[in-house]
């Protein structure tokens, strides 16, 4: 079984400024990895993945994160946020047993300051 | 192309009802998933459909069950519903095969029990 820890609830950052979401995940098995986005009263929207090959992957609207197996994580990073950010943004994992279920971690609020 | 529908967008029931939700996976997806997403927490997996049948479930009692038609679409049926069941649930449609892990969600049905 897989879990994913989101180790922020929330993340308050200034316009301009960089930002980092962090994710770790546990599983027995390998994974492949997911960043979602959901903005208010809103479905969820995928931001990137990673599957394999290169650790650092690219999104869109500017989002790109690390794998790292060693240390289990998933960052999302972005250099430079707007106030269009301002959403949800979910960590989540799935097995390469080919069921395409996808575990979810808690969230974390980006908020986006002036 | 049209995304992953889902319908209605609200509804409102009273415990002990039984509600019926519906999903229309994105133009050439043949596999459906659907997640609870209770206040302020990470989607959770209720279960899945592929080839009209129920792939993997989560941990979701009996009271929540599916059905996949011919044409891929999919719905979620919740018997003598609780209040604790008051969440959005979305839909997620993919494609099953190769290299086809990513899915995309639908924008939800809220459902409040009262």
């Known amino acids: 079984a897989q879990s994913v820890t989101q180790l922020d609830s929330q993340v308050p950052v200034f316009e301009e400024a960089p930002v980092e979401l962090r994710c770790n995940y546990s599983?027995?098995?390998?994974?492949?990895l997911f960043w979602y986005v959901q903005y208010p009263n809103q479905g969820l929207q995928l931001l990137l993945k990673?599957?394999?090959?290169?650790?650092l992957v690219k999104g869109i609207n500017g989002f790109e994160a690390e794998f790292n197996k060693s240390q289990t994580s998933f960052h999302l990073r972005k250099p430079s946020v707007h106030i269009s950010d301002t959403a949800e943004y979910f960590c989540?994992?799935?097995?390469?047993?080919?069921?395409?279920?996808?575990?979810f971690g808690q969230g974390t609020r980006l908020t986006i300051n002036p | 192309d049209a995304g992953v529908t889902q319908s209605p967008t609200h509804l409102i029931k009273t415990r002990g009802q039984q509600v019926t939700l519906r999903c229309s996976p994105k133009?050439?997806?043949?596999?459906v998933s659907w997640y609870q997403q209770a206040l302020g927490q990470g989607p959770q997996f209720i279960f899945q459909?592929?080839?009209?049948?129920?792939?993997q479930r989560g941990n979701f009692p009996d009271r929540f069950s599916g059905h996949q038609f011919p044409n891929y679409s999919s719905e979620l049926n919740v018997n003598a519903l609780l209040l604790g069941d008051s969440a959005l649930y979305l839909c997620?449609?993919?494609?099953?095969?190769?290299?086809?892990?990513?899915?995309?969600f639908g924008p939800g049905t809220r459902l409040t029990v009262t």
């Open positions: 989540a994992v799935s097995d390469y047993q080919g069921a395409q279920k996808l575990v």
């Open positions: 133009s050439g997806h043949d596999t």
């Open positions: 997620a449609s993919s494609l099953q095969g190769a290299g086809a892990y990513e899915q995309y």
């Open positions: 599983s027995s098995v390998s994974v492949y």
């Open positions: 990673y599957l394999s090959g290169s650790t």
């Open positions: 459909y592929y080839e009209e049948e129920e792939r």
